[in-house]
């Protein structure tokens, strides 16, 4: 893969959202370099995709050493015995989902940005709080970190937009709950990011579109 391939792709991405009567500009593109070696990372950074997201701590440590002119984020589900390992060292974790998990990371890093990740799929296999435990737990999170947002992933089968419609509807009920904005409304995939900027997604979390089909 070349920095022209993925800028061809970008392109494309960009035209899409352009479709959807959104300006490109201000709909942030997270690369999600999961399964993708590290020269796939530096060929993002050189198509000018300066945000990039990875699942596992493991895998994303390396590449962070390897790529240090990215703003790394953390996009997986994160175990509370791993927090000392990436507190302060990731720009934005997207996925915190307890109480639990956000008292760990402040003991570590009191002023880590982060996302409350909400299960509006209601699947088993997702991580993420339940809707309607959300607003109790983004109220927590904004006590002891620095709140940006909130994150969700559609469901596996069938249509997304109303999951991702009741991740808005969360969103602009927590700037309400804890008393300022919210700028950040991570939401849509390779799969369905159309229906999530229909919905008013601010972030998008694209691998294969932007990449192509992983190895692994």
Same mark, same amino acid.
């Given at each position: ?6 800028l061809?792709?970008?392109a494309?991405?960009s035209?899409? !959202? ?9 709909? $942030? !593109? ?6 993708? $070696? ?21 895998e994303?440590l390396p590449?962070?050493? $390897? ?8 996009i ?9 390992q ?5 720009a ?5 989902? =307890?109480a639990r998990?956000?008292?760990? !990371? ?11 990740e ?20 983004i ?16 469901? =596996? ?26 700028? !950040? ?15 008013? =997604? ?12 992983? $190895?692994?």
């Amino acid at each position: 893969m070349t920095a022209e391939s993925v800028l061809e792709r970008l392109a494309r991405i960009s035209a899409r !959202i352009a479709a959807t009567g959104r300006n490109p500009d201000e709909v $942030a !593109i997270v690369a999600v370099t999961k399964g993708f $070696a590290v020269d796939t990372c530096r060929e993002a950074v050189a198509a000018g995709l300066h945000m990039l997201g990875e699942n596992r701590v493991q895998e994303a440590l390396p590449k962070m050493e $390897a790529v240090t002119a990215a703003q790394w984020h953390l996009i997986g589900h994160l175990q509370t015995n791993k927090v000392k390992q990436v507190a302060g060292r990731f720009a934005l974790i997207q996925s915190v989902d =307890s109480a639990r998990l956000a008292e760990a !990371i402040a003991r570590h890093a009191p002023g880590q940005a982060v996302l409350v990740e909400v299960n509006i799929a209601r699947e088993a296999q997702k991580s993420g709080v339940a809707p309607d435990g959300a607003l109790e737990l983004i109220a927590t999170v904004s006590s002891l970190l620095d709140l940006q947002g909130l994150m969700g992933m559609g469901p =596996s089968q069938g249509d997304p937009a109303p999951a991702f419609s009741e991740l808005r509807q969360l969103h602009d009920e927590a700037e309400q709950r804890v008393g300022k904005g919210l700028p !950040i409304l991570s939401m849509g995939m390779s799969g369905d990011f159309d229906a999530a900027l229909a919905a008013g =997604s601010t972030m998008l979390r694209l691998g294969q579109a932007l990449f192509g089909p992983r $190895a692994t």
